[in-house]
């Protein structure tokens, strides 16, 4: 890996997020790649911060997210995390307003985002690099919405899909769960670059620069349009999340 590589991976490793700043980008590294990446809530609300805070960074002009490892970009987020004093209804609802705010912030961030995959993007993962401004990926990845599999419905996943790709791309991956090869997702649209492992940091730097020397007010006011009828509807699949969570308690 070249120099911005080794910046990058030069953190602390313990940290289940990594945060670095590089050439004028924020790289935010998800680490937890013996979980698979599945994100914590601490680990979302991190990023989430991480994001807004880049925001007032006039040092920065595009924000990059990535994770550890070499075979999943992230799973999605922690179902099995359980803490203290929570029980189960309290931490659905907690994990599903924390992976709301993130979302939120991917969505609203007047910087560009980046999304690379190291590896495949599973469930919230791959709503990410759906949601960012553009994806990188390595040719071994995969993107899945496979909560179907598991009894849940996706109405974010559908909202997300729908919009991004259409009706017709919600009902092939919400309704079979399957994994849907890189090359496939690129065919389509959805991944904007393919790289080798090899050269994954490079070609994501590169396009990070692209995007992160656009006029940024202009960049922002497009990005807020273009996203203005995904998040309106995104506030409805959320409500009927939360009408889920109630039914369940």
């Not at 907690?94 to 690379?116: G, M, Y």
Request: aromatic share 2%; proline share 3%.
């Amino acid at each position: 890996m070249d120099n911005k590589a080794n910046q990058v991976n030069s953190a602390t490793t313990e940290l289940p997020l990594l945060s670095a700043h590089v050439a004028g980008q924020l790289w935010l590294t998800l680490n937890r790649p013996q979980k698979a990446n599945a994100m914590t809530v601490e680990m979302m609300q991190k990023s989430t911060a991480a994001i807004l805070d880049a925001q007032t960074n006039d040092a920065l002009k595009s924000i990059v997210l990535t994770a550890a490892g070499e075979k999943i970009f992230c799973a999605g987020v922690d179902i099995h995390e359980k803490p203290e004093g929570l029980d189960a209804t309290q931490q659905r609802s907690r994990r599903s307003h924390a992976l709301a705010a993130l979302q939120d912030a991917i969505l609203d961030s007047a910087k560009p985002l980046v999304v690379v995959l190291n590896g495949a993007a599973i469930g919230a993962g791959a709503m990410m690099a759906l949601m960012a401004d553009a994806c990188v990926s390595v040719h071994t990845a995969s993107i899945s919405l496979p909560e179907i599999d598991i009894g849940i419905a996706s109405f974010s996943g559908i909202d997300i899909l729908t919009h991004v790709g259409g009706r017709a791309l919600a009902l092939d991956l919400i309704q079979s769960g399957r994994k849907m090869p890189i090359q496939e997702a690129s065919n389509k649209g959805l991944v904007h670059a393919l790289a080798s492992r090899e050269d994954l940091v490079r070609v994501a730097s590169s396009m990070a620069d692209l995007l992160g020397n656009k006029d940024p007010k202009a960049f922002a006011q497009n990005k807020r349009w273009i996203n203005a009828s995904l998040k309106a509807s995104l506030d409805k699949a959320r409500q009927e999340h939360a009408r889920h969570r109630t039914l369940k308690a």
